[in-house]
Each structure stands twice: as structure tokens, then as C-alpha cells.
DNA sequence: TTCATAGTTCGATCGTAACCGAAGCATCGC
DNA sequence: GCGATGCTTCGGTTACGATCGAACTATGAA
């Protein structure tokens, strides 16, 4: 019982959801405050951050002050990895959710993950960016071309200020609820920020959905077509 | 946080010391009996039997009913994986241990591993194998020499027996309480048995010790000699 | 100084899951 | 048939940990 390396304490670290959520939210490399990941957790700060504290007793999380924000990452590669590998392990039998989707129908249509836009909102807009040749799908990976940059410039997406950042540009995500891509990277990010700034959609409070307004819808509907 | 792959399902099944005792031992390769894993996890085979299926159902584990006898093993290579990576992983920050080994001093002694004897006797009885030429460290391996095959014999150990058998003959198996590696194997479960049966030791009705009576303890200690 | 924000600690509640005893099936050997 | 063994299911207990409100500390802004 007491025999080999105590997978058990790491599993169960794991194993809230809470503290799943955090980690696979700072699987993306950035640093996230206590707050910004209490959000992620979907639980208040206080409870969030008793979760943080034993995370980083574990040896999974570092911590970083600055200021009076304290920013947490994952520790090192090898957590980011573990994370990974588990993540993995778990796509590859998706019968293992309890909820095989987001409960409510908002959800699955458009959600907010991480930064960019999710659910079928964010599948149908990749596909429609790569059938108008804006994105290449390159192997795994994904690629803004030259008509990409400049339709992305016409409808007020700064690429050059995005490529300057360390961020990937474009970077595919596999999406849970309709177990396709959507488009993450700084260019997701900056897509969804931008229909948040033209009033066309905004996030619910307590949940992580994304609310089109009508005309909000009609507009997205119309940027993104898919033809078929 | 209903999104991505459900980590924290995995997270928690793998959360459970008995659970994760029970996968340890699986990851021998070789399929245990509901009542075997119960051993390993320390519980008693109700208890054993609803966290074995748990695992199943969330599809770490495969049964194969045979006769009246239920085998478990892991579903697949990519638990194994899985497993082998939290290992490594932890092993890697040994901190994470609340307790850094058995707590009772008779676990720490002398206890069962499975099917073979560990703690610090175990470690005693492989060092001093190799100490007399019976057993050969090569690589990770172990490997009995023509010497330890004969002196072996003379304990009435039937190694010829042994070798029939698919199972490795001498295998090394970490120790956790102290650290250093002891003889497992099918050779290592003979020489526990026939301690056993010698009336040497015993087991304990509800722990994972093995205790020496006072003339075993003797014998066991002449019989592996530490120089030095 | 005072107020606001970010975060932790404390205390208490509550739910879930691990656990075992006892009873119930299923299979084997006789 | 019988009893013995291996395992599961049921019921009830218990313990742990996730959760949040409230109070507290720390940093920054005004």
C-alpha cells in the first residue's frame, strides 16, 4: 500500500475537477492570477485558493509574486507534459466523461475556452476561414496566408501587432463538445475579443458561455459562411 | 470546465491509494484475481470489488472470467503508459510523499510485496545474494548464477521448476521504505513461500507485515549474512 | 490617511465516496 | 445433491475534503 512512488497523492490532485480545470487552463504555458483561475475552476477564490496551495504543495504549481497579484504557472516541463499525456490518454476514450458535452445548449454553441472562441460557433468559423483560404490547416498545425491576413486587416485584426508577440499565431484546438478544431492562438484570442468589442456577443457572468445578439449572430453568420 | 478531456475522471481513479496500489501491481503485466488486488490494496474484497469495477468502467481495466476466478489487467497498453508515466513522474519529486514509508516498524521490517518479501529484510537478502555470488546485478536486471542455482537447491528452492514458468525468474523491485532495490520474481516469491512454510514467518491476519518468529529471524539472518 | 483590490485563513456545513459486515450469486469439486 | 471458494451487491457508518461566508492581511491607488 504504502510501496512505490505515491501516484495516488498525484492522482488525486488531479482528480477534482477544479483543480483539473486549473491545470489544463495553465497547460497553455501562460501565467493566470488565483482569481483569473478560481474563474477557470468555476469556484470562488477562497475555495480556489486552498486548491492552489495544495497544488503547489505537490510540486505542480510555481508561484510568482508581483505586486498584489500572484500569478501561478505549472512548475516544469515535466508537469506540463503529465498533463498533456493525461489529456491524451483521456481523448483517446472520450466515453469516459460523465457528460459527454456541455449540459446546456449555450455552451455547445459558442463558449469561451481559455481566450478564443469555442463550441460550434468557433468549429464553423475555422472551417469556413480555411474553405475561404484564409488559414492553411498544415499538418497539424495551422497557417494565416497572405488573403487570410488581409481579409483578417479588413475587419480591424492588427496581424502584424499579434505577430509580435511570442504567442503562436494560429494554433488548433480540439474542441470537446463537437470533438473538431477551432482556432485558438493569439488570433482566436484577438477574433473573439473582437466581436466582444463590437457588441456582438458578450460573456455571461457566472458561466462560460458566449451570448450572440441577434444582430451579433447575423453578422457572424455572415463573416463565416459554410457553403454545402 | 466542462470542456476537454475529463482528467479529473482519470485523475480520481487513479486518486485512490487502493486504486492505485491495485494498477501499480497490474503493471507487471500479469492478471490478479479481485481477491489478490484486494491483498495488494490493503481492503477486503467487497471494497476491492466496487473500486475494480470502477476501473472498468472507466476503462483502465479489462476482466477475463475464467472458472470461478475473475483476472484483471490493464486494459491496454496505453494504461500501462499511462501509469509507467506517473511513476516516473513521481519518483521524480519523492517530497510528495505524506508518508515517507510505512508507518509501522514491522511493515518496515519485513512485509509482503505483492507475492514476494520487501522492506528491509528484503533488501538484506538481496544484498547479500549478490554479496556471495548468487545473484548477478547486470543492467536493471538481475540474473541467478550457476553458484546461487546450486546453493539455492541445497535450501530446497526447485529453481528448475521456476524456470518453467513464463514469469521472470529474478526481477528488481524498488523498495519504498528504504529506497533500495529487493528480489522479486518468481524466485523471490519461492523464498518467501518457503519461509512460510519453514514456519520461519508468517503473515498477519489484516496487514501487508510478514513476522519472524525469534528461531526464523535466526536462521533468516545466517542464511544472508551482511559483511561489513 | 482611507478606500479598493488580491489573496489567505478560519469555521462550519455538506456531500460523496471509501469502507466493511452480511447476504446473495456463481462456479468448482465432491 | 452438498459444501467450499471467489466475487458481487446491499445497507449503513464514517471520514475526509470541497465548498463558501466572513474575517483578516497585504499591496496599491487616491
Redesign the interface.
Known sequence: ?????????????????A???M??ALTGGRALTATELAG???ITVQTASTHLAKLEA??LLAQRKQGRHRYFTLADE??AR??E???????????????P???EPA?RKA?I?YDHL?GDYGVRMLDSLIASGSIEAVGEGLALTEKGESDLECIGIDVRDLRSSRRPLCRSCL???ERRAHLAGSLGKALLSSFLDKGWARRTAES?SILFSPEGDRQFLKLFPIDG
Chains 1, 2 share one sequence.
Open positions: 500500500m504504502k510501496e512505490g512512488p505515491d501516484i495516488a497523492q498525484i492522482g488525486a490532485l488531479i482528480g477534482d475537477p483543480r483539473a480545470n491545470l489544463a477557470v475552476g468555476g505537490g510540486g515535466a508537469v503529465l498533463i499525456s493525461m489529456m491524451g490518454f483521456a481523448a483517446g476514450r472520450g466515453h469516459l466523461r460523465h457528460q458535452g456541455p449540459k455552451l463558449r475556452c469555442a474542441d470537446w463538445s462560460r
